[in-house]
């Protein structure tokens, strides 16, 4: 992490699975999952909004019908470890020495140039890169798109890598600070948190029309067979 002013975080916060049970066109859930952050990965854990994608299709954009749509279902705040004043002892809150922080804080701590794009509203486009004035958009393009950073193959060697140690399909957690200038490859610090494995079950399960028809059925649906994977 690197401390900015009184606060105090990484550029990047990153959860990683091997295995995606949510999977949508083109991806496979074989193929697994990354979902990014600004700031401390809280954001992540508590479910909060941040950027997922496939990474055999790490260039893919979000289905977002509409650039409204994608400035709302993108980052907008992320969480930094306080490095100022200490606030009033609270013994109860799991944030007293934590704050919450905007896009444009980022932006004034020089830790978007590679995170964000911005929204052209005159050619109605969303451009990578925070060269210009408009809304910034938190979707990594800089790094996922351009490739100022091999960000997502760097992600695939930490999964495969830990596969191989669990000899499982596993969900990872990782932290990224990237420091530098603008249009210099950046001096990169990556901190690997933790890795679990994952329960993927292989089972094949028989379905019969008889299960279908019982009364001990909670939700009946129809496949293009009887024989589902569960």
Known sequence: MVCRGDRFYPDISGVARSYNFYAFEPARPEEGVITLALGLGKTIVDGGIGWTFSPAHP????????????????????????????????????????????????????????????????????????????????????????????????VKTLLSAAEKAVEAKVEIEFAITLQGRLGERPRVRVGFLQVRSMVVSDQVVDVTVEDLRSARSCCVGHGDGQRNRG
């Open 59 to 154: 260039k893919k954009p979000l289905p977002f019908d509409s650039v409204e749509e994608l400035l709302k279902g993108t980052q907008t705040e992320f969480w930094a470890v306080n490095m100022g004043k200490a606030p009033a002892y609270n013994p109860i809150s799991e944030t007293e020495h934590m704050v919450h922080a905007s896009l444009g804080d980022a932006e004034a701590d020089d830790a978007l140039y590679l995170l964000a794009s911005t929204y052209d509203p005159e050619r109605d486009r969303v451009i990578p890169g925070i060269g210009s004035r408009g809304p910034r958009v938190l979707n990594f393009a800089p790094l996922l798109v351009q490739d100022h950073f091999p960000l997502n193959d760097l």
